[in-house]
Each structure stands twice: as structure tokens, then as C-alpha cells.
């Protein structure tokens, strides 16, 4: 026993390549029991979800419309040239956000950055003509008590407002990581992700827009 | 150890075959390495064998969907107003949806586990949803 000696590092058995030595290899790609995606494959389930929870506001604002009080309704309050901008505003930002992936994809970091910049800029010009529309429906008596109406239809648009606002905190904060190089992993896959959420905010403005706005009550 | 393999491989550091003998050779190791991911081609072009558009093609995709939305604006203001309106605009929205989804959210070029995850959340809120408006006669009027 007293001849026992520790181990020096260089007598300790060196793994082979292939073996799991149950170590992180930073930098190098991971591996996945589906071959996909792990972050991905999380970011279509909340999206998935994502769907319930705006299924159901949905759903209670169809339910609701028809319950206002006065003459204060959908006819009297929608401004549609109006929010046919601001609708058009967000398809937009769709857009840039794709080409922000695919200049991430090419590892172009200065178009990454600047499409990521247009596309918050786009979101912040939605989210700031949702606060107009809703100071002049306040303004017109319109208030989140009034009636059943506008109870369901703040909720709605309130949550997907709200669900715009994370999505460009998170654009902006994509874009001073990847500016001060602090961004782990691959960049790619995190601006994917990122798009995958702000495609889905888009999608939901597009049921949104034709479902309360345009369809007549 | 053969000969051949002492006379090739005179490097020390080249331990594999001599100082460790797991029972696998290096061609079954190799077969049963897990597939990396971000592959150098990555799973958007595997799903369904298309390849992502290119930027050029986006932009065309987003001049639809303007299209498609003045339609929806116009079927609104100078369209039909009778029973055609809900449908027209109902259809209109699904295909843009629909555009968004497989074009923007590369659903179309990704694995289809994918856009199972998300038609499944869909379909499940559709059907829910339609039967709590069943319960509270939503359709009756």
C-alpha cells in the first residue's frame, strides 16, 4: 500500500477519438440522439404552444366582438388605411429578418447586424402605431373596462404587442452580442431561432389583422 | 501488431491499435459516430429535398404576400359584400400564412418534425377552440 502512487497526467490512458470522455467540447459541433437541433426542435414546440395561448385570445375575441356598449364598436373605431400600414410595416420586417438568416448562414456579421437593426427599427414603428391606435380608442372613449369588446380586443393585440416588444429586445440584444463577439456557439443558429420567433409574432398579426380588423362584425 | 504496421507507423503518439485494444476497430468506430450537427449541409436541405431560396427569391416571396394583403385590403373597401367576403378573406390569410411558415420559417425545406411540432400545436387550438365556440353557440348565432 505505502508503494501506491497517484497517477501522473501523462500515465493516465489517453481516449481514443470516437469515445465519449464525458467532457464538453466547446467549439466543436454537438452531437444529438435526432440528428437535429435540440434548441430547435424546443423553439417549434413553444411555438406550438404559442399557438394555444393566441388560439385562445382569439377565440374569446371572436366570442366577444358583438358585446359593446354604446355606439363604441369595431365600424366606429377600425381606421383600416391605418393599420393596413402598420400590418404592411410588419410583413416587412419579415422579410429583413430572413435576410439577416441568410447573411448569418453566409457568416457575413456586418449584413447580420444591419438587417437585425432594420428589423427591431420595423418592429419598434409597429409597436409605436399600436400605442397611437390605442390613445385614439381611449381618447374616444374606448377603455379597457368598456365593454366585453374591448376587453378581449386589448388583451389580444396587448399580448401580441407585448410579444413584439420581447421580440425586439431580443434583436437588439443580439446585435451588441455579436457586436462585442460575446455570442457562444453557433451564430447562425441563434439568429435562426430568434427569426423563428419573430416569423411567428408575423403570423400571428396576419390572422390577427384579417380576423378582427377586416372580417366585419 | 503485423509488421506492415510497425514499419508504417513509426509514430509513437499513434497509440489506437497498440497501447489500447477496446475490441472495435477504427472502421466500426467511425460507422458508429453520431451525426454532427450544424452539419456543413445543414437539415434545411435534408427535409424535403428542396434548397432555401436565395435572397432574391425572398424578396419576391414578400412582394406576394404585399399583394396578397392589398387584396385582402381591397376585397375589404371595394369587394364583395355579401357572402363572399368572409371566405375570400379567410382564404387569403391561410395562404399567407401558409407562405410565411414554409418560406420564411423554412417549415417547407426543414425535417418535417418540425412542422409536425407546429401543425400539431396548430390543430390542437383549432379544435379546441372551435369546440369552447360550439359550447357558448359561437356558429348559431
Known sequence: MSDATIAEPSDVEEIPPGYDDGQDHAGLPHHTSTGLSNTKLAMWLFLGSECLLFGGLISTYMLYRNRQSDQIGPDQLWDIPFTSATSFVLLMSSLTMVMSVSAAKRKDEQRTKMWLTVTALLGGLFIAGQVYEFTTFYREGLGYTTSLFSSSFYTLTGFHGVHVAVGIIMLLSLVAMLAKGKLAGDNAETVEMIGLYWHFVDIVWILIFTLVYLIPA | ?141
Open chain 2, 1 to 141: 501488431m503485423s509488421s506492415e504496421t510497425d514499419t508504417t507507423d513509426t509514430d509513437t503518439t499513434d497509440t489506437t491499435d497498440t497501447d489500447h485494444d477496446f475490441g472495435i476497430s477504427a472502421d466500426q468506430l467511425a460507422d458508429e459516430t453520431p451525426p454532427a450537427y450544424p452539419p456543413s449541409q445543414p437539415i434545411h436541405e435534408g427535409g424535403h429535398g428542396h434548397k432555401e431560396p436565395s435572397d432574391g427569391q425572398y424578396i419576391w416571396i414578400a412582394i406576394i404576400l404585399a399583394v396578397l394583403t392589398a387584396l385582402e385590403i381591397l376585397s375589404t373597401e371595394a369587394g364583395p359584400d355579401g357572402p363572399w367576403l368572409v371566405p375570400i378573406l379567410i382564404v387569403l390569410m391561410l395562404v399567407k400564412f401558409w407562405v410565411v411558415a414554409s418560406f420564411f420559417m423554412h417549415l417547407r425545406f426543414d425535417n418535417r418534425l418540425f412542422s409536425f411540432l407546429f401543425y400539431l400545436g396548430l390543430g390542437f387550438a383549432v379544435v379546441l377552440y372551435s369546440a369552447v365556440l360550439a359550447t357558448f353557440h359561437f356558429w348559431t348565432g
